[in-house]
């Protein structure tokens, strides 16, 4: 694996479907409201480790491609990482997806194949010690590890992947 360490906060069951399809779908935008403190608990006890205690991190997303933008005016991800930065961990949106080609049109093992060169850094891309990638949803670990790659190629950073769901 090229991210260090995956932390999943609940895996994906009906009610956890049904709070997800809300908040990206329906326009529920403060949905994410409910398990913003289970999230805060696993960023915080990350951010205690010895091996990154006090130092430099960002807390990163990637930017939602063009389809996106068709289904809500604005970014679900994002509005956790607000709620989530602090002045030891900010928020920026160092990675953004090219073109439209959405991951969950495809099958598992097809994702790894699909998510490869379809994400780029932006120009808020900065050099750290680490970065706490934020995921909606973790399912293959195909977005994560395209992500790891591309910040890994740039320095020597560790990445952790902080994801709300776990599918099965």
Same mark, same amino acid.
């Given at each position: 694996?090229?991210?260090?360490?995956?932390?999943?906060?609940?895996?994906?069951?009906?009610?956890?479907?049904?709070?997800?399809?809300?908040?990206?779908?329906?326009?529920? $935008?403060?949905?994410?409201?409910?398990?913003?403190?289970?999230?805060?608990?696993?960023?915080?006890?990350?951010?205690?480790?010895?091996?990154?205690?006090?130092?430099?991190?960002?807390?990163?997303?990637?930017?939602?491609?063009?389809?996106?933008?068709?289904?809500?005016?604005?970014?679900?991800?994002?509005?956790?990482?607000?709620?989530?930065?602090?002045?030891?961990?900010?928020?920026?949106?160092?990675?953004?997806?090219?073109?439209?080609?959405?991951?969950?049109?495809?099958?598992? $093992?097809?994702?790894?194949?699909?998510?490869?060169?379809?994400?780029?850094?932006?120009?808020?891309? $900065?050099?750290?010690?680490?970065?706490?990638?934020?995921?909606?949803?973790?399912?293959?670990?195909?977005?994560?590890?395209?992500?790891?790659?591309?910040?890994?190629?740039?320095?020597?950073?560790?990445?952790?992947?902080?994801?709300?769901?776990?599918?099965?």
């Amino acid at each position: 694996m090229l991210f260090d360490r995956h932390i999943s906060t609940f895996g994906l069951n009906t009610e956890c479907k049904r709070v997800l399809g809300e908040w990206k779908f329906e326009n529920q $935008r403060r949905a994410f409201l409910w398990f913003l403190p289970f999230l805060q608990s696993r960023l915080h006890r990350l951010q205690m480790e010895q091996d990154i205690i006090h130092k430099p991190g960002y807390l990163i997303y990637i930017g939602s491609g063009n389809s996106a933008e068709s289904i809500r005016n604005y970014q679900p991800v994002k509005d956790v990482g607000l709620a989530l930065q602090s002045a030891n961990l900010p928020l920026r949106r160092m990675l953004e997806k090219k073109g439209n080609r959405k991951q969950s049109g495809y099958g598992r $093992r097809d994702r790894f194949f699909q998510v490869k060169d379809s994400i780029q850094l932006t120009v808020e891309y $900065r050099p750290a010690f680490y970065y706490v990638l934020l995921e909606d949803v973790f399912t293959t670990g195909a977005t994560a590890l395209e992500a790891s790659r591309i910040l890994k190629r740039k320095c020597e950073a560790k990445v952790f992947v902080l994801s709300l769901f776990m599918a099965d």
